[in-house]
């Protein structure tokens, strides 16, 4: 997020319009208004401002990516309360149904890159072939067979607003199953587990009010 966007916009025979972008400016913008802005405006700017902040660190360690991409510095929250976002996320819990199938394994990894993705990953028995698929806000996502024997289901596309909206895996491994998870069940398991760090913690803080913002803004528009 604090990386520079350099849009070049071409018009006319030879005219062009040369501009750097930034979040931070805008950012900038709205600490110094020229307009009013709506409470839910401000919470979420602020909450996007705070994501940028605390994700930036998690996933250049995460992904080892060094110091590959530009630091967040501007941010508006010092500290989570992680007791009510880790209540909020309880509910948000990872469902594998697949007794009496022929699946070993069945994971799940949240990508939050510029397309936010879930991938859903089914490990079979040798010589199981998986038949899979999940309906999510219109779109239909079939599981596709991976070199190593694999099977992933990757939803991509996922706006804010829809970090909590269930996914439902359904498909057949030698008997048939059912997967359900979220993006924000990923939030959830960093709070359940006791090997999580602070990083971990206040990203997906950051990430769950964020969520929050956006739903609360909408709601408002």
């Known amino acids: ?9 071409h018009y006319g025979d030879s005219q062009t319009i040369d501009q750097v972008y930034k979040v931070t400016d805008y950012l ?6 020229k307009e009013e802005f709506s409470d839910e405006t401000k919470a979420l700017i602020k909450a996007i401002a705070d994501y940028g902040y605390y994700a930036h660190p998690y996933l250049i360690k995460l992904h080892k990516l060094g ?24 509910s948000y819990a990872f469902v594998k ?6 699946l ?11 397309d936010t993705a879930l991938s859903v990953r089914m490990v079979p028995e040798e ?3 998986v038949s899979a698929s999940a309906e999510f806000h219109g779109n239909t996502y079939t599981a596709e067979k991976q070199e190593d024997g694999s099977y992933i289901i990757k939803i991509t596309g996922i706006k804010a607003s829809w970090l909590g909206d269930p996914i439902e895996v359904k498909g057949s491994a030698g008997g048939s199953f059912t997967v359900k998870v979220s993006a924000l069940a990923y939030v959830r398991s ?4 006791e ?12 990430l769950y009010t964020y969520y929050q913002a956006v739903k609360k803004f909408e709601a408002a528009s």
Do not use: R
């Open 28 to 33: 900038s913008y709205f600490d110094n208004p």
């Open 1 to 9: 997020m604090a990386e520079e966007i350099h849009a070049v916009s």
């Open 195 to 206: 090997k999580s760090t602070k990083l971990a913690k206040d990203a997906v803080s950051a």
């Open 127 to 129: 010589g199981t072939e």
């Open 67 to 90: 110091n590959k991409y530009a630091v967040m510095d501007k941010h508006y929250t010092d500290s989570y309360d992680y007791d009510p976002i880790s209540d909020a996320v309880a």
């Open 104 to 114: 070993e394994k069945v994971s799940y990894k949240l990508s939050l890159d510029s």
């Open 97 to 102: 149904a697949v007794d009496g199938t022929k």
């Open 190 to 193: 960093i709070f359940s587990s």
